[in-house]
Nanobody
């Protein structure tokens, strides 16, 4: 399983970013794919998941973030709008039914300033 996140950066509150996760080494189209994040000094927090027929969001991001996937490109995305300072952290994509402990990539840093 290989996962490579990209697309992070620094934005002001209210801005947008689109994260990407390129994958290889497993049957992507049937897998549950997740985004989790880690704020400075805190543990991993589940953000969103997608698998055939289902999309889920944490309450903290519902209405602002949109998860999507492209099976042909074996990639999953996270469109983040109306970003808040509390969205700051390292964002990881994970592959599997346990978002927090499933294999993840190296992460991409998102910094939102007020």
């Amino acid at each position: 399983v290989q996962l490579v996140e990209s697309g992070g950066g620094s934005v002001q509150a209210g801005g947008s970013l689109r994260l990407s996760c390129a994958t290889s080494g497993f049957a992507f189209s049937s897998y549950r794919m997740n985004w989790v994040r880690q704020a400075p000094g805190k543990g991993l927090e589940w953000v969103s998941s997608i698998w055939p027929g289902t999309i889920l969001y944490a309450d903290s991001v519902k209405g602002r973030f949109t998860i999507s996937k492209d099976n042909a490109k074996k990639s999953v995305y996270l469109q983040m709008n109306s970003l808040k300072p509390e969205d700051t952290g390292v964002y990881y994509c994970t592959a599997g039914n346990s978002p927090i402990i499933s294999p993840r990539g190296q992460g991409t840093q998102v910094t939102v300033s007020s």
